[in-house]
């Protein structure tokens, strides 16, 4: 087992078709948009933790996309464990229903670790183990993905990232400064 948390971002270039991309972001263009908020499992609320300039998310149901991008985020979640090769970690029990993220100038993510409370309603049982954040174009400046304070992860269209869903994986991403960046999440459990 390698000792250094680098090792477990693994970068999956090319990994969602550029056409798909195109259309996702063609048909994501009438969603309902909200503010992303951050939950405090300490007191139940949800916040923003940039005010203002927090992105906006939205749920792609109905999109003729949305199946060829969920089996992308099951194959990137196979790849990674497959990657990893551990005995003792064999894989994951589901995963969330695929998430869009819409950074328009300005816009920022706090940064934060993927500890998501909301993917559990009781039904679902577990904890967020992998995440997958796939990058929908590039024609837009800014908006770098940077881990652990200081570490940019380059990133274009199409491109995959998954990495743990933890407290060692901290992750933002800076303000886009013109255009805007579109990306899709997933968390496996």
Same mark, same amino acid.
């Given at each position: ?60 149901? *109905?999109? !003729?996309?949305?199946?060829?991008? #969920? ?9 990674? +464990? $497959? /990657? ?9 029990? *589901?995963? !969330?229903?695929?998430?869009?993220? #819409? ?9 934060? +670790? $993927? /500890? ?9 049982? *577990? ?30 269209? *199409? ?31």
């Amino acid at each position: 087992m390698d000792r250094d948390l680098s090792s477990y971002v693994l970068v999956l270039e090319n990994w969602i078709d550029q056409e798909a991309c195109k259309q996702t972001i063609r048909e994501m263009q009438s969603a309902d948009w909200q503010q992303h908020t951050f939950y405090n499992a300490q007191d139940g609320s949800y916040n923003t933790r940039s005010g203002s300039k927090e992105l906006d998310i939205a749920y792609g149901r *109905g999109l !003729s996309t949305q199946p060829y991008v #969920m089996q992308r985020i099951w194959d990137g979640f196979r790849t990674y +464990c $497959d /990657h990893l090769n551990f005995s003792w970690f064999n894989g994951w029990q *589901g995963f !969330s229903e695929v998430r869009f993220n #819409m950074y328009k100038e300005t816009r920022v993510m706090a940064e934060h +670790c $993927d /500890h998501i409370h909301s993917m559990f309603d009781g039904e679902r049982k *577990g904890i967020p183990t992998l995440t997958f954040l796939g990058m929908l174009n590039d024609d837009y400046t800014g908006g770098e993905f940077v881990m652990w304070g200081d570490e940019v992860i380059p990133v274009g269209e *199409g491109t995959a990232i998954v990495f743990p869903s933890c407290f060692l994986y901290p992750h933002r991403v800076d303000p886009v400064t013109s255009g805007t960046r579109y990306s899709c999440v997933s968390w496996a459990w």
